[in-house]
Structures are given as C-alpha cells and as structure tokens.
C-alpha cells in the first residue's frame, strides 16, 4: 500500500512537470543486444528514478524508490528485461539497461530523478537497428533474384543494371524485413557483372555476380 501511495504520488509529480526537457538525446539499439539508455543529472543525492516510455502512453519501463529497484508496476513488455547500471560519466547507478532490444522497443522514453525534492527530466529517442548482414543471388533459367532477411528499419533494394524492377517487401511478426527483387534477363548480349544493393539508413550491403549468356554454339564429341 505505501508503495502504492508513493508511486501515485510520482506519477502526479510527473504528470505535471511532463514537458519536453527541449535537449533530446538519440541513440541506436542492435536488435537482440543489451542497450544501455543515459540519465544526466546534476549533483545531489537520487533517492526516486523513475524511466518510462512515453510513445505508447507513458508506459513504466523501471523505477527505483526506497533504496531499491520497484517492478510492481512495471509495464509488462519490460519484464525481466531491465535493470541499472552505474554511468561511468557520473559515477551513479542511474543508466537503463535494456535486455534483448525489440522493433517494438523503438520510440521516446523519459527519465526522472529527484535531487532534493525536485524532479529533472531527460529525454531519449531509442532507434532499432537490425542491419543487412547478407545479401542472396540466385539464378533461375533467364532470371536471377535477390533478396535478403531479417533488416530494419525498411530496407531499399538497387540493381546496378537497367531495367530496374520493383521489390517486394514483407514484415515479420518481429516486425523485421524481408525483401526480394528479380531481373529477367533473356534479352541481354554478353557477359553482365550484376549488383545488388540492400541498405536502410543506417547500413548496406552489396552482392556482385557475373551474369553470362548461355552459348548458342552446340559442342561436338568425337568417338
């Protein structure tokens, strides 16, 4: 029950001082790693932390009163996921670490102390980075495709030929990408060397490959 009055009382603290801090810090999270979110804050003792995130309705992500971490009303989706660090800037045990980063996890969170009865906010805009780490060539009688799996944020897909053709772009219930393209190429004289370029904002990668024509000639064994 007490927990339950401070927490109330936090949150009616917070519901009034909620405005932009105006300093927004972004950051960039690897899928499926630990990611590690900053909490500056001026000297003083902290006795109350509280991160939540505010994309999705001010969700509780972590909160620490009374000497120790509170997971009562922690939103469930942080479950077992988070926990504070000491921040190697300040000294104190101030820093979210962040468990197994998810797409879902992208957004802005938020997080207060209070240093002598006063709360100071600081804001921080989490991105998800799951970046193209293969990308596959594959031939079928005129044609070749190619695709790649597991990317965010929303890839693009570039042939170094011309014409160029449209891709097909499906999400994962992890919310991640996959995406695909194909060239026909019954038409081309010669040996083409093709490229295949998958990137996001934040990373790229190319596959190169040398198209060769079949030969119309027909080869002669002699018994």
């Given at each position: 029950m007490k927990d339950q009055n401070l927490l109330t009382i936090i949150m009616?603290?917070?519901?009034?001082?909620?405005?932009?801090?105006?300093?927004?810090t972004t950051i960039t999270c690897r899928y499926n790693t630990s990611c590690f979110l900053s909490c500056?804050?001026?000297?003083g003792n902290v006795t109350i932390l509280h991160w939540k995130k505010e994309t999705e309705g001010d969700l509780t992500v972590h909160s620490f009163y009374y000497e120790?971490?509170?997971?009562?009303?922690?939103?469930p989706r942080f479950?077992?996921?988070?926990?504070?660090?000491?921040?190697?800037?300040?000294?104190?045990k101030?820093?979210?670490?962040?468990?197994?980063?998810?797409?879902?996890?992208?957004?802005?969170?938020?997080?207060?102390?209070?240093?002598?009865?006063?709360?100071?906010?600081?804001?921080?805009?989490?991105?998800v980075d799951a970046p193209v780490q293969r990308v596959d060539m594959v031939r079928t009688?005129?044609?070749v495709t190619c695709?790649?799996?597991?990317?965010?944020?929303?890839?693009e897909l570039t042939w170094s030929s011309s014409p160029?053709?449209?891709?097909?772009?499906?999400?994962?219930?992890?919310?991640?990408?996959?995406i695909s393209s194909s060239l026909e190429l019954s038409d081309m004289d010669g040996d083409l060397l093709l490229s295949c370029t998958v990137s996001t904002g934040l990373s790229k990668w190319t596959t190169t490959t040398t198209w060769r024509k079949p030969s119309e000639e027909h080869n002669t064994i002699k018994c």
């Open positions: 009616l603290i917070l519901m009034f001082q909620d405005v932009s801090t105006g300093k927004e500056p804050h001026p000297q120790k971490d509170q997971f009562e009303h922690q939103d479950k077992n996921r988070t926990s504070l660090v000491v921040d190697q800037d300040t000294g104190r101030t820093r979210l670490q962040l468990k197994n980063v998810k797409v879902q996890d992208e957004g802005k969170y938020q997080c207060h102390t209070d240093i002598d009865n006063n709360f100071t906010p600081s804001d921080v805009l989490l991105q009688g005129n044609s695709s790649s799996e597991g990317v965010y944020p929303k890839p160029q053709s449209s891709s097909t772009v499906q999400q994962t219930e992890e919310k991640l990408y996959n």
